[in-house]
């Protein structure tokens, strides 16, 4: 019933979905991880194959989307799925090398104000940027970096503890990167409320939306908040390694911030009279390095153009329903084995803890044709995706989870 209802429902048909040794498809819930194929891809991506064998170097100017300006076509579609302006978004680099890029113009520490706050169980990557770029400039992890944990006994952060957090030491603070969906526990920050509560401590605030782009509700200009970076392979669906992307408020766009420079940031009114004096575009833009992969921005180009179709809130809508029919369906199995750690109206991800430990129940749900994720130590990841998966879908994944138990 659920399914006839669902509006979003023909839109499976429009994605590839992986098929089990039997010739059944998977029942794929993992797209947190990777996002799957949109058939719409492969013209994308022939379409620049073919200019480019057409064209050659040509094809910067006379492409039938001329490469020049080609990630501005993606800035329309980003803008509306982050809640920004078209200036303020830009597909450039992947999410760890943005990062760093961010970093550089907005970790300015000084002997007084030099600390850097995430969460404790922040991805890996982030953490080894964020303590490298602490090391070189000249601090101490151990003194600089302050990781946020969860109250003992539970598996997420409370806005209140980081309020307090940020009250009692914000003028030792200069930056806070968080990411936007925790990718252990699937927790979303709230956004709004923290950003407002450390810029009155004058403590910068950014956010990895790796988890969060494509998946739930943003509205970083309205938040006011100062910088964010994502990759695009997620929810996204554009493609394993994909190009991502980054947001600076555009009260930022006008400073004179130290940056690390490159050629495709420099005005464009005279970027090809190569002048010897770097000056950037007055935009997220101006924080460009070099000149975009064409063939990525076409695999994002063709995702981004389902999203323009759907819109943010039908899907985010969609995967409200989804998660609340997957948590009913998880409260009716009587078992002391696992406990689901996501906060109630999270995004698509469902976070279930196995409290032994053990990975044997993921690998079997795995040979049952459900492709999901662990991560470790304790955590089976599902996220049923509005775009591709169904009711049933998630019907099916109990019926086999309730069996496995």
């Known amino acids: 019933m659920l399914d006839s209802e669902d509006e979003l429902r023909k839109y499976k048909n429009q994605f590839h979905i992986p098929l089990q040794k039997n010739g059944k498809e998977h029942i794929y819930f993992c797209g947190n991880s990777l996002g799957l194929q949109p058939k719409i891809t492969k013209e994308f991506i022939n379409q620049e ?5 057409n064209l ?13 300006p080609y990630h501005e076509f993606l800035s329309k579609s980003y803008a509306k799925i982050v809640g920004a302006k078209k200036t303020e978004v830009v597909a450039m680099n992947t999410l760890t090398v943005n990062l760093h890029l961010m970093m550089v113009s907005f970790y300015r520490p000084t002997s007084k104000r030099f600390k850097i706050v995430i969460e404790g169980d922040a991805f890996p990557s982030d953490i080894y940027a ?12 151990q003194e600089a970096l302050i990781k946020l944990k969860p109250n003992k006994g539970e598996s997420t952060l409370k806005t ?3 309020t ?6 914000g003028d030792d603070i200069a930056l806070i990167i968080l990411g936007g969906v925790n990718y252990y526990t699937g927790q979303v920050f709230d956004f709004k409320s923290i950003t407002k509560i450390a810029q009155k401590k004058n403590i910068l605030v950014g956010f990895d939306l790796a988890h969060a782009v494509g998946n739930v509700n943003l509205e970083l200009h309205k938040w006011n908040v100062d910088f964010a970076v994502w990759c695009s392979y997620k929810y996204l669906n554009s493609g394993p390694g994909s190009i991502g992307g980054a ?5 930022h766009h006008n400073k004179n911030l130290p940056r690390f420079c490159g050629w495709w940031g420099h005005n464009k009114k005279d970027r090809f009279k190569m002048p010897s004096k770097f000056n950037p575009i007055k935009s997220v833009e101006g924080w460009q390095l070099s000149n975009p992969p064409i063939l ?3 695999a994002v180009r063709a995702s981004l153009s389902i999203f323009d179709k759907v819109g943010m809130q039908k899907l985010i809508k969609k995967s409200k329903n989804m998660n609340s029919y997957l948590l009913f369906l998880l409260d009716k199995i009587p078992n002391n084995q696992i406990k689901i750690i996501t906060p109630k109206n999270s995004g698509c991800q469902i976070s279930i803890k196995v409290k032994s430990k053990e990975k044997n129940l993921f690998e079997r749900i795995t040979k049952s044709g459900i492709i999901a994720d662990w991560r470790e130590p304790d955590v089976i990841r599902i996220a049923p995706v509005p775009l591709y998966n169904s009711y049933i879908d998630i019907y099916r994944f109990y019926e086999i989870f309730k069996k496995l138990l």
């Not at 194959?49 to 064998?53: E, K, Y």
């Not at 070189?136 to 992890?141: A, D, S």
């Open 49 to 53: 194959i073919n200019d480019w064998a």
């Open 56 to 68: 050659g170097v040509e094809g910067h100017t006379n492409a039938s989307n001329p490469w020049l």
């Open 130 to 141: 964020i303590e490298s770029q602490i090391k070189f400039h000249g601090f101490k992890i």
């Open 160 to 162: 209140e503890d980081i």
């Open 164 to 169: 307090k957090l940020i009250n009692d030491q």
């Open 247 to 251: 947001f600076v408020h555009k009260k």
């Open 296 to 298: 990525s921005l076409a």
